[in-house]
């Protein structure tokens, strides 16, 4: 079972695109904690630290693209 829940998050990170990344990394979080102890959970921390990862990278483009000012010509 442990190995089936870190594949699960594994392809939810190899998945994710910008529109169901929240949704994603939510569904991730609530299939770490089906992890039985801390090994487990390091082996998926890889997947969780890339979705942390792109969420944080797709926000901030979302942020520069609503922020940037139309340019005048």
Known sequence: MTSQVINQIRRLYENTTPPTVEH?????????????????????????DGLSQLRSEWRLKKQKKVKRPNKMR
């Open 24 to 48: 994603d990394l939510k569904q991730a979080v609530q299939l770490l904690k089906k992890l039985p102890d801390e090994e487990s959970r390091s082996s998926a921390a890889v997947f969780m």
